[in-house]
């Protein structure tokens, strides 16, 4: 299943667009969101395109692999609320070791949990990959994190 090259173009402008709106509404988890879905779905495009998916495995991927890093999005955000409250209780006075004990307990706890998904990903790619595509899709991860990286630099530097 190949993707078109001006569709790929336009999610990624859709993507940076995205993030400049996320950026200018910090505080705004729908914005947060959005860009999050977007950069997810940049991510599973090009992914079918590096690793030449077939319709057949595009069909088993995708609901699984959306389905997890939904999963794991809101475990993150939980788990930034429990390190906001891990902020406040270490600049309280008097500082609550007990308190502090169970904040860190939590978020270890949602640590593991993202770790566990990160596994039942792998999982999902393992059962429907061939080994040349396992390994295109390590070498994708790399790429498409570094590409990212690189057109989020260039949004900051425009700005």
């Known amino acids: 299943m190949k993707t078109n090259k001006g569709a790929n173009f336009l999610l990624a402008v859709m993507v940076l667009g995205t993030w400049t709106a996320a950026r200018a509404f910090q505080g705004d988890p729908q914005a947060r969101a959005r ?6 779905t940049l991510r599973l495009l090009r992914m079918t395109e590096a690793l030449d998916l077939t319709d057949e495995q595009t069909a088993k991927l995708f609901p699984a692999l959306t389905r997890i890093e939904k999963e794991k999005a809101e475990i993150q955000n939980r788990m930034g609320i429990e390190i906001r409250n891990l902020r406040l209780a270490l600049k309280a006075e008097p500082v609550r070791e ?6 860190v307990s939590r978020i270890r706890e949602m640590r593991q949990s993202i770790k566990q998904k990160d596994e039942a990903f792998d999982a999902v790619l393992d059962a429907n990959l061939t080994p040349v595509q396992k390994g295109k899709y390590l070498i ?8 990212l990286g690189e057109k989020l630099n260039q949004v900051r530097q425009n700005r």
Do not use: H, K, Q, Y
């Open 35 to 40: 860009l999050r879905n977007n950069i997810n």
């Open 98 to 103: 007990a308190d502090i004990m169970t904040l």
């Open 140 to 147: 994708f991860l790399v790429d498409f994190a570094r590409g």
